[in-house]
């Protein structure tokens, strides 16, 4: 890919020159992390070790990894169900102190995630409480020419777009303009993906579906050099 980027940005035989391998390199883990993101293509499921009289949690210091929580259930396989903030203050006004068996949680921010009830102090003490945790997470980073990623085939060309596109980022002016329909042709493909990642975690019941872009208006993208203190235009007959 990282080959591709560079031929279609008219490198040449000779290799990278203006456009650095590692800078191309770079922009292509970039691109792997934003379809990541926006899909939440990639899943896995794990065992999570709750500390006892805890409520709130930094999930990525458990889970490197971590995108967005996708199900929690408890190792007898009862849901853990997702609430908001007033929910769980509406239910128990006391609920960040509130000890027992956890039955709902609250995803707040990027890795931020709250527990209802904490899990109690164990009598005699003992590592807290365990749950299991799917969760979309981030892709592997690309670093070696062997080294492919790891959602589909068919979208790795949406790569080398992307990629174009964040080289021709820095130059500005009339040559970034060009480059829009680059991460255009991106975020199609990723809008392509999150629909069917999105119907599979329907079908598995999932708490968190991938990202609603389909009713992002690309077309109302600034192009470098608008007056961005002049409105757009309104629609025909308004």
Known sequence: MAGRVSARLAEGNSGPVYYPRAEIVAALNEANRFFCLLTLGLETTAVWSVPSATTFFHMLSYFPDWIAPLRITTVSGAKVRPARLNELTALDSGWMGSPGSPTRYCAMGADFLALYPQPPVPTPPATGTTLNVTYARAPLTLANDSDEPETPAEYHPKYVDYGIYRMRQGEGSQEFAKALGYLDSFFEGAQHYAAYVRARNLGSRYDKTPFEIESFDR????????????PAAAPEGE
């Open 219 to 230: 077309s109302g993208m600034r192009k470098p050099g608008q007056d961005r203190s002049t």
